[in-house]
């Protein structure tokens, strides 16, 4: 169970282009996703935490413009990277959480490449 | 602020022996402790969550809470070298939605 599904697993486009991400909880309701970025040898850095209905809430220095987020359905958090830039290159990992107490579940994480 | 503290290793183990990851943290209102498991290029993995103190065994894996001491670890025993990976240590503060995560320590099991 609690299985997490992200799409795509990788993506190469080119500079200005928008990339959106899905993140879907395939066996369980869940009430907060989480988006992550991770950078090479480096540790999980959370970008945002949203809850189904609400809008998301972004960590500090996470231009929330830039990374859009979308939790419409307790099943279902899409991430949109607006006009991604080189710089945007990196691993994006999503988690779901059912309730509060429970442990968060990831998915396979994106593999995002802007040339 | 809330840390999580971990030691980045590379912590070397021979294969068959026991590897103890060890993690502490700085907020005693802390309720709820996960161990990941993250393989190179790939997404964290749960291994074992503990929510009070005392040894909570999953096959090979022990995690161990001491909240007087505000620490918590994880054993493994009989080391596989398919253990190698980086093990993340998460705590839930209470009254957060989130993870307060630890940078990690690098686990290699030597054949």
């Known amino acids: 169970g609690a299985v997490v599904s992200q799409h795509p697993s990788w993506v190469i486009c080119k500079s200005g282009t928008s990339v959106k991400i899905e993140c879907r909880s395939l066996d369980f309701q869940a009430t907060t996703m989480f988006w992550y970025r991770q950078f090479p040898k480096q540790s999980l850095m959370l970008m945002a935490t949203s809850n189904e209905g609400s809008k998301a809430t972004y960590e500090q220095g996470v231009e929330k413009d830039k990374f859009l987020i979308n939790h419409a359905s307790l099943t279902l958090s899409t991430l949109t990277v607006t006009s991604a830039h080189p710089e945007d290159s990196s691993f994006y990992i999503c988690s779901a959480r059912a309730l509060v107490d429970q442990p968060q579940h990831f998915g396979d994480g994106t593999r995002l490449s802007i040339l | 602020q809330k840390e999580v503290e971990q030691n980045s290793g590379p912590l070397s183990v021979p294969e068959g022996a026991i590897a103890s990851l060890n993690c502490t943290y700085s907020?005693?209102?802390?309720?709820?402790f996960f161990w990941y498991r993250q393989y190179s290029g790939k997404s964290p993995e749960l291994i074992m969550s503990i929510y009070s103190n005392g040894d909570k065994e999953d096959g090979r894996f022990t995690a161990q809470l001491n909240k007087a001491s505000q620490y918590v670890s994880l054993l493994i025993r009989d080391s596989q070298p398919s253990d190698s990976a980086t093990y993340l240590c998460?705590?839930?503060?209470?009254?957060?939605?989130?993870?307060?995560w630890g940078a990690g320590t690098k686990l290699i099991i030597k054949p």
């Open positions: 998460a705590v839930k503060v209470d009254s957060n939605y989130q993870l307060i």
């Open positions: 907020d005693r209102g802390s309720q709820s």
